[in-house]
């Protein structure tokens, strides 16, 4: 049973999300469908986080153990070559046999972009939270965001209606920047006239999040940019552990699944 | 008759092109619905350069009058309500009544993406023309590509069957780069694992193009960047006049309409 790390990049417009569901297309669903083909019997996928519908990812990660001995270089080909060009395997790497993609992930980095300008840039349409004005407040929204690093009890910032174990979690960086220098690449496409700072990223790296953790964060810290609220009310609404005092969930298109983290011994 | 010389950029993705057509959605079909919608009277939009379908631009420039007296701020807001999320007016300036987009430009810059990495970038995938081997020699590319400066008879370049009275045009410069620093920005949205150079940019500025003129070099410079013909061979190719000796047009989505240059007294 070779084991594989599949780290998988894509565009989440039109999916229902990463995970399988009774009706419309996931992300989960494709890969799955592609590598069953493939190993010539049901395969199952592990992601390590649950995009909902409309989130993108750069870097999301899966487990996967196939019967068929295949290399990594042509399990890439082979599914790349099954699934829509909305979804690519960028790296398939060996692992050992109790690789679990969810259980051993460390660390895990979203993004979050807002278009702070008054006209949308069309190449952005499907990757921003369009904030026309005011003018956000860019270094209020960064030392707000600064309020959240460490380790917290989260419950205001959860989807109403969860049920989990525990609403605490580690989370080690909480970042607003104008711009995005988060991943540097000289791979960037052409923008149009845009006009600095029309972008704003925040970008969050923690040990686990609620869901809809990120997006009602960042509702949260734009209502900090707007000027109804000083940085401090941060972290009051953290404190306070009730979602209704947050601010509302950002739309899912801005968030970018990024990266994950794993110790090295896991990945042979 | 106030007249505005108008800025658009727009995704060319599922249009027709620039050009108004009897079937299908055009940019400018789009653009004097909307425009004749708030004139009250049938607008005639003029555009600098008639995009093909699937090609995108960040700076097209048209001239249009209205009957109307109305504001440049006010004329953007209202035409963009109108437009779908991919057209955007992005800049409305007062013009001289006699500005006409296309025969008063004075220079046109056109950009050309290339993504030569084995695994295609997701959200690349409308805005490039995919390479994936061999790894392209942009050093000879570079080399071939500034052969085409200056004015010469590009009749090697045009799309077959195309009726102009001249075929010389001038290329005030022609350059191929790895990666992109055409338009520097902060607004670059995120990239998944990029590895240098996977991106190549071609850009070439010229008083005048033909019909297919800028996919048709980058299609005969990619045959330099496999190593099928040494640089030197672009300058005989020109030389020939002969397209059937080019290279093969290159895919439209990969060609951006970047920006037109005017005389500063046509603009007020």
Same mark, same amino acid.
């Given at each position: 049973? @070779?084991t594989?790390? #599949?780290?998988?990049a894509?565009d989440?417009?039109?999916?229902v999300?990463?995970? =399988?569901q009774?009706? /419309?297309t996931s992300?989960?669903? +494709? #890969?799955?469908d592609?590598?069953?083909?493939?190993?010539?019997?049901?395969?199952?996928?592990?992601?390590?986080?649950?995009?909902d519908a409309?989130?993108?990812?750069?870097?999301q990660?899966?487990?996967?153990?196939?019967? %068929?001995?295949?290399d990594? =270089?042509t #399990?890439?080909r082979?599914v790349n070559s099954? +699934?829509p060009?909305?979804?690519?395997?960028?790296?398939?790497a060996?692992?050992?046999p109790s690789f679990?993609?969810?259980?051993?992930?460390r660390s895990?980095?979203?993004?979050?972009?807002?278009?702070n300008?008054?006209?949308?840039? @069309?190449? *952005?349409?499907a990757?921003?939270?369009?904030?026309?004005? @005011?003018v956000l407040?860019?270094?209020?929204?960064a030392s707000?965001?600064?309020?959240? *690093?460490?380790r917290?009890?989260?419950a205001a910032f959860?989807?109403?209606g969860?049920?989990? =174990?525990?609403t605490?979690?580690?989370?080690?960086?909480?970042?607003?920047?104008?711009?995005?220098?988060?991943?540097?690449s000289p791979g960037?496409?052409p923008?149009?006239h845009?006009?600095?700072?029309?972008l704003?990223?925040?970008e969050?790296?923690?040990?686990?999040?609620?869901?809809?953790m990120?997006?009602?964060?960042? /509702?949260?810290?734009? *209502?900090v940019?707007?000027?109804?609220?000083? @940085?401090?009310?941060?972290? *009051?609404v953290?404190?306070?552990?009730? %979602?209704s005092?947050?601010?509302?969930?950002?739309?899912?298109?801005?968030l970018?699944?990024?990266?994950?983290e794993y110790?090295?011994?896991?990945?042979?």
């Amino acid at each position: 049973m @070779p084991t594989f790390k #599949l780290t998988i990049a894509y565009d989440g417009t039109g999916f229902v999300g990463w995970q =399988r569901q009774a009706a /419309g297309t996931s992300v989960q669903g +494709l #890969l799955e469908d592609a590598l069953s083909e493939l190993d010539g019997r049901h395969v199952d996928v592990t992601g390590a986080g649950r995009t909902d519908a409309g989130v993108h990812a750069l870097g999301q990660v899966a487990s996967v153990s196939l019967k %068929r001995a295949i290399d990594r =270089r042509t #399990l890439m080909r082979a599914v790349n070559s099954r +699934l829509p060009e909305s979804i690519r395997i960028v790296d398939a790497a060996d692992a050992a046999p109790s690789f679990h993609a969810r259980f051993d992930a460390r660390s895990k980095t979203y993004c979050y972009r807002i278009w702070n300008g008054e006209v949308m840039n @069309p190449f *952005e349409r499907a990757y921003v939270w369009h904030v026309p004005s @005011p003018v956000l407040d860019v270094a209020a929204m960064a030392s707000a965001a600064t309020l959240l *690093e460490g380790r917290h009890d989260f419950a205001a910032f959860q989807a109403a209606g969860t049920d989990t =174990r525990t609403t605490e979690r580690e989370v080690f960086s909480s970042r607003v920047r104008a711009g995005s220098d988060l991943v540097q690449s000289p791979g960037d496409p052409p923008q149009f006239h845009a006009k600095a700072p029309d972008l704003i990223t925040y970008e969050i790296a923690g040990a686990g999040f609620l869901r809809h953790m990120v997006r009602a964060i960042v /509702g949260t810290l734009v *209502e900090v940019g707007r000027g109804r609220r000083p @940085p401090a009310w941060v972290g *009051e609404v953290l404190r306070s552990r009730d %979602r209704s005092g947050a601010g509302p969930t950002a739309p899912a298109p801005g968030l970018f699944l990024v990266s994950l983290e794993y110790r090295e011994a896991i990945v042979s």
